[in-house]
Antibody
Framework: QVQLVESGGGVVQPGRSLRLSCAASTLSFINSGMHWVRQAPGKGLEWVAVISYDGREKYYADSVKGRFTISRDNSKNTLYLQMNSLRVDDTAVFYC??????WGKGTTVTVSS | IQLTQSPSFLSASVGDRVTITCRASQGISSSLAWFQQKPGKAPSLLIYGASTLQSGVPSRFSGSGSGTEFTLTISSLQPEDFATYYCLQNNSYPFTFGQGTPLQIK
């Protein structure tokens, strides 16, 4: 069973940047598409981005396109989400997920002045 | 692609049979998944491909549908099934979730 552990969340001012990481515990990571999904406080799930197993294909939700960048380092079994120009409405718990069938516990991002 | 779940809220008793519907704004073949989420926890995949049960998920859960209308059925509610349920379309990017259906104990 793959274990995913997110990190990098915190409190940040609007307009600033933050990078999230997701560390995977097994080698299946390198053969899997990886997703980021977020959930604002008291709200539903929002799909954010996906990256193919080799990093060549990336897709984003319209709400983050041009501000967020998903990437991965298969040599480190780690997924990333670079978040720039953060807005108050980006405040959420961010989950990484392998093929959407294995999920981490999430990391909280709060954007506030 | 927009997904609309109904009902928006569901109240039921242990042992009841319940059905949640997910409607897509355009045809998505069978590219639909269902997730369960309990408070403070990450979502958990229940069904993918509209009707295929994820490994380890109890057989009281089932899914059906194709095109634009899909259903999740729980045949006999157990206490651990009270949670929020989401559908997700993975037919085309960007993927989208339905708004969620909280299922609470009556």
């Amino acid at each position: 069973q793959v274990q995913l552990v997110e990190s990098g969340g915190g409190v940040v001012q609007p307009g600033r940047s933050l990078r999230l990481s997701c560390a995977a515990s097994t080698l299946s990571f390198i053969n899997s598409g990886m997703h980021w999904v977020r959930q604002a406080p008291g709200k539903g799930l929002e799909w954010v981005a996906v990256i193919s197993y080799d990093g060549r294909e990336k897709y984003y939700a319209d709400s983050v396109k041009g501000r967020f960048t998903i990437s991965r380092d298969n040599s480190k079994n780690t997924l990333y989400l670079q978040m720039n120009s953060l807005r108050v409405d980006d405040t959420a718990v961010f989950y990484c997920a392998e093929n959407l069938d294995v999920w981490g516990k999430g990391t909280t991002v709060t954007v506030s002045s | 692609i927009q997904l609309t779940q109904s009902p928006s809220f569901l109240s039921a008793s242990v042992g009841d049979r319940v059905t949640i519907t997910c409607r897509a704004s355009q045809g998505i073949s069978s590219s639909l998944a269902w997730f369960q989420q309990k408070p403070g926890k990450a979502p958990s995949l229940l069904i993918y491909g509209a009707s295929t049960l994820q490994s380890g998920v109890p057989s009281r859960f089932s899914g059906s549908g194709s095109g634009t209308e899909f259903t999740l059925t729980i045949s006999s509610l157990q206490p651990e099934d009270f949670a929020t349920y989401y559908c997700l379309q993975n037919n085309s990017y960007p993927f989208t979730f339905g708004q969620g259906t909280p299922l609470q104990i009556k």
